[in-house]
Every structure is written in structure tokens, then in C-alpha cells.
């Protein structure tokens, strides 16, 4: 079971595992042992969380999921299948927690009045310094 957060718990069941040859580290076993790990998580189905929790959960991890609603993740970091089946179920989780959390709303702020003074005050010393290269008389003109 993995907790993700305030009593949601996704069954072990409901995540599927699929095991191939990685292209990763691995010297002589890497052309004859599964290491690389793929785990489908199915959110369109999963009956823990809400329709706004799992519209929630597609639309921030759209790129991972599929039309169908299923999202993927592959790890291939490690030379054996337990660590990289360990990783993906904690990416899954990162993935989730990070999906779910509600972004504060932004308060809109106005802009200091130190901050416009001194955007005027560097206006006023820019157009002094072009007037003065503007009334400029040059000898032998």
C-alpha cells in the first residue's frame, strides 16, 4: 500500500509492473536480466480519489499519462529490478503528492511608491543628459 496524502492510500493492486532488459549499467547481466521497470498507475479508474482529484492529477501530469488515463514511469537507474521497482513506486508518489497540492492564490500587489520615484527620477536625469547633448553649439559650425 503507498500513502499519498491525508488518508488516500493506493492499493498494490491497482499498480502494474512490466519488467524489461535495460540499457543501463549492468556489465555481463545487462543482456540477460529484466532490470528496467515500467509501472502503469490506471487514475481514470482508480476508485481512491475524487473526479475533481483525478482531473486534477491529469491535467499536471499530462505528459506521463496516456488518453486513456494511464500514467507511466520507467526506471532503468539501477542494476537490479527490486531498486528500480522501489523507484518508480516513489516517483509515483512524489508525482501524485505534487499533483494534488493547491498552488496558493496569488495576491495582486501594487507598485511601491519608492520603486515609481525612482523610475522617474532616472527618467528626468536621462532626459537632462540628452538635452544637454541636444543644445550643444560646436565651434566651427
Known amino acids: ?3 499519498i496524502r491525508d488518508g488516500i492510500v493506493i492499493r498494490e493492486n491497482q499498480l502494474v509492473y512490466k519488467v524489461s532488459r535495460s540499457s543501463g549499467p549492468g556489465g555481463q547481466n545487462v543482456n540477460k536480466v529484466n532490470t528496467r521497470v515500467m509501472l502503469l498507475f490506471d487514475v481514470a479508474n482508480c476508485g481512491s480519489f475524487s473526479e475533481m482529484q483525478k482531473q486534477q492529477i491529469l491535467s499536471r501530469l499530462s505528459g506521463r499519462a496516456d488518453k486513456n ?3 507511466r514511469i520507467i526506471s532503468q ?3 537490479t529490478q527490486q531498486a528500480n521497482r522501489q523507484a518508480v513506486r516513489e516517483r509515483l ?4 503528492i505534487e ?3 493547491t498552488p496558493p492564490v496569488r495576491k495582486k500587489t501594487g507598485i511601491p511608491l ?3 520615484e525612482r523610475r522617474l527620477e532616472k527618467k528626468r536625469r536621462r532626459g537632462l ?3 544637454q547633448r541636444a543644445n ?3 565651434p566651427g559650425d
Open 1 to 3: 500500500m503507498m500513502e
Open 69 to 71: 488515463g494511464v500514467i
Open 77 to 79: 537507474k539501477f542494476r
Open 93 to 96: 508518489q512524489q508525482l501524485l
Open 99 to 101: 499533483a494534488l497540492e
Open 114 to 116: 519608492t520603486a515609481k
Open 129 to 131: 543628459l540628452k538635452q
Open 136 to 138: 550643444r553649439d560646436w
